[in-house]
């Protein structure tokens, strides 16, 4: 570190570039110089095991031993056995493009106390983006897309989020709350709406402070939890509102054997319907490849998309997406051709060789928990020095 940092060390600006989000929008990303990318590595590095050890235990962003399917684990477990009857689902508004750069230097002020770190981290901060050819200086905000970008992001929500959320949570609350955090996605499950509500005020409170804001448009507390549908019943009303959280929409349901309360996680429709989009149109664009190199892209894709969603409860919806992927493939094979011998039994042969079965990549959550307690959403968290 002491040959990387220098005082003569400059941030070079990020280049501009964009991807389509699944709402039509595009999400700008900011592509670091590679003489940028190694130092912010290194810094990275050393910074990630001083805060590791300050990093409260209901916090899974970015964070080493930790993944989405464990927040998820968390998320599950801490319903399960708590008293959760509500859940905020809260978002925040371009939380990335709204990172308040004094506030993200005194955070690291706190634990840094070397003076050339702090100053390399504010030249990254402020050295702004390349655009069209013309250059933009960022005065809040840090890029998408940054190497050090996700660990600065944590540390500015541990400080503004993670920190107050735990008081409150012990100071405050009189019922059970848990709390479930990846990066800027957050869930938060109460006992009573009362208190649901009484949090809500107060986190928007505590927001506006550190010039962040809730997206009130989604942005929602729902009625969730073991009685939920019962009660609901009770009053006439429809079945429990659902929630999305890392890619799953959650259901209240109920187990076929030994009927009792379960959440059940499928993968959100909208997004599953966005990806089959994507590979029927680059299936079309493959369509005159030989069979043999189609297969192999197709097998890397739906393989990796099963990674990820195969978890307990959700295989027939990826039997679902596992069918589509197939009718596209059959499709655009017989696109090759006006008169194409792809038959349905032909095709067949190719999907046994190329596409893989469904089958679950990650074990039910009580299994995983039964060895690694901490990652509990209502585990102890080590003690942290404001």
């Known amino acids: ?78 319903i399960h056995q708590k008293r959760v009857n509500w859940v905020l689902d809260a978002d925040i508004r371009s939380f990335f493009d709204t990172i308040d750069h004094e506030w993200m230097m005194r955070f690291l002020e706190h634990r840094i106390a070397d003076r050339r770190l702090l100053r390399l981290i504010r030249k990254w901060l402020t050295a702004g983006v390349v655009e069209s050819g013309s250059k933009s200086v960022a005065r809040i905000g840090t890029p998408q897309g940054a190497v050090i970008s996700p660990l600065l992001a944590n540390i500015y929500l541990h400080y503004v989020f993670d920190l107050w959320t735990h008081q409150w949570r012990s100071k405050t ?21 009362s208190e649901a509500l009484r949090f809500l005020d107060a986190l928007r409170e505590r927001m506006a402070k550190f010039g962040l804001s809730l997206n009130e448009e989604k942005t929602r507390i729902l009625e969730f939890g073991r009685y939920a549908a019962e009660r609901r019943a009770r009053r006439g009303q429809r079945r429990p509102e659902t929630f999305d959280f890392l890619g799953f929409t959650h259901i209240c349901a109920v187990t076929r054997m030994n009927p009792h309360f379960t959440i059940r996680r499928v993968t959100i429709a909208s997004r599953m319907r966005a990806t089959l989009r994507a590979i029927r149109h680059d299936l079309m664009k493959r369509r005159h490849a030989p069979i043999a190199e189609i297969g192999a892209w197709l097998r890397r894709v739906v393989q ?16 679902m997406f596992r ?20 038959t349905w039994d032909r095709f067949q042969r190719h999907v046994r060789r190329y596409i893989p079965k469904v089958r679950a990549c990650h074990p039910h959550p009580n299994p995983r928990y039964t060895h690694d307690p901490r990652q509990e959403p209502y585990a102890v968290a080590p003690h942290v020095r404001i």
């Open 1 to 78: 570190m002491r040959t990387i940092i220098s005082e003569s060390a400059q941030a070079l600006p990020s280049r501009r570039v964009y991807i389509p989000k699944l709402n039509g929008k595009l999400r700008p990303l900011g592509i670091a110089a590679l003489e940028d990318k190694i130092v912010q590595h290194a810094v990275t590095t050393v910074l990630n095991a001083i805060y590791e050890a300050d990093f409260l235990g209901f916090s899974y962003g970015f964070r080493e031993g930790r993944s989405q399917h464990k927040a998820l684990d968390a998320l599950w477990i801490g």
């Open 173 to 193: 609350a009189k019922g059970d709350v848990i709390v479930v955090r990846y990066a800027d996605d957050r869930v938060v499950g109460f006992e009573t709406k």
């Open 304 to 319: 990796g998309y099963l990674n990820y969603h195969a978890i307990p409860g959700n295989l027939k919806r990826l039997g």
């Open 323 to 342: 069918a589509e992927v197939c009718r596209a493939g059959l499709r655009s094979l017989r696109r090759r051709s006006q008169r194409s011998r792809m």
